[in-house]
Nanobody, 119 residues
């Protein structure tokens, strides 16, 4: 079991940047993959990006070239750098500890952090 706590959300103008952090309650070195999901009002939760223990990264088409996921195993933290934000990025962002074997399987969830982009 691992507890995840997200931070770094907030209100930003269109075109701006935010960096989300996800702090884990224990070492993430042995966690196969870590990801970020988001859920906008009235929409299903979607996978935004994930990163495996081996450094493989995958992004949703809607954020490719704008978002970067990284993990610092020594700090037990996963980050999501978000640049070029637009109103479509407004959502609650959730950190996740999961597993990847060709598909990403979410296991443990954080409580979420709100990101609001004003136009």
């Amino acid at each position: 079991q691992v507890q995840l706590v997200e931070s770094g959300g907030g209100l930003v103008q269109a075109g701006g940047s935010l960096r989300l952090s996800c702090a884990a309650s224990r070492s993430i070195f042995g966690i196969n993959a870590m990801g970020w999901y988001r859920q906008a009002p009235g929409k299903q939760r979607e996978l935004v990006a994930f990163i495996t223990n081996g450094g493989r990264r995958n992004y949703a088409d809607s954020v490719k070239g704008r978002f970067t996921i990284s993990r610092d195993n020594a700090a037990n933290t996963v980050y999501l750098q978000m640049n070029g934000l637009n109103s479509e990025d407004t959502a609650v962002y959730y950190c996740n500890a999961g597993y990847y074997d060709g598909s990403y399987y979410p296991h443990h969830w954080g409580q979420g952090t709100q990101v609001t982009v004003s136009s």
